[in-house]
């Protein structure tokens, strides 16, 4: 099987992340870079597949230079290859144009499954694998917390409101998954050094044919127009209690129209 795992590198979450005034886009440089949350259960799906089915793992990375290390750490936990498309012209798309170039790199990398996490913790549209599935003219299964293959069909069992849902499509598709699916394993040293050796393919737009007008904030359906630090938290309020403390918060909560 050639499995294709999406990972996006994103601003540590611990880390402040701060818009750019005038671009409205992420400072990247503002921010640890780190693999986006759900792609190491990406990352880690798409090795217990291969290691069940036989085949291959490919981790494919749109990102600025720094997305390498992701990459690397990717490849650590044991993935066999890597793709990075990688091209000043593309900062600043948003999901349509980011959608745009992934379809492309797959176009070329060729997949019989995509795996992607079902959000980034940045942008967190979590319109991405729906896009490419489109794009690709492939199955989509979303938002997945158990993946089986059997032979050229793939299966998810996606939580609902009352239970869960058992979804079934013919491969190639794309899958996208959710935390819980896995326990995603730690690179252990050995991967780590073996990690240094693995493959990387670094491709520009014109490598994928993309035209430059495609990509970028030119190439994009949406414009931050203007953004706002979101106001300071407020002071809580504190509840004496005297005796009646469980009717003042009560109250509380009825002015608030909470009960
Ligand atoms: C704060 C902020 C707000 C934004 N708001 C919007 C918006 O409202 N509309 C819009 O169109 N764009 C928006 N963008 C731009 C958008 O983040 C990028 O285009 C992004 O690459 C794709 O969107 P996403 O991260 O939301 O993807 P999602 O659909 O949330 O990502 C799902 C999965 O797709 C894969 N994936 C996503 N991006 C990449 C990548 N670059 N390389 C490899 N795999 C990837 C990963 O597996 C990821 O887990 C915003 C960006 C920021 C920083």
Redesign the pocket.
Known sequence: MNIV??????PDTESE?R?VPGSG??DRAAADGVI?E??EF?IEEGLRIAEAHGGEVTI????PAR?AESIRKALSMGANKAVH?LDDEIAG???????A??AAALGQVGFDLV??????T???????????AERLGVPQLTQASKVDIDGSSVTVRRMSDDGYDVITASLPAVI?VLEKINEPRYPSFKGIMAAKKKPVQTLALADLGVSAESAGAGG???E?TDFAARPPRAAGVVVKDEGDGGAKVAGFLAERKFI
């Not at 494919?60 to 990102?63: A, M, N």
């Not at 795996?115 to 980034?120: F, K, L, N, R, Y």
């Not at 940045?122 to 490419?132: E, F, I, K, N």
Request: aromatic share 0%; net charge negative; hydrophobic share 55%.
């Open positions: 795992v999406l990972v996006k590198q994103v992340r818009l886009t992420l986006n759900l792609d990406a494919l990375s749109v990102g997305a498309v798309s948003d999901a349509l144009a980011t959608s170039v992934i795996i992607a996490g079902a959000e980034s940045d942008a967190r549209t979590g319109v991405v694998p729906a896009m490419l996208s994009s359906a949406t931050v």
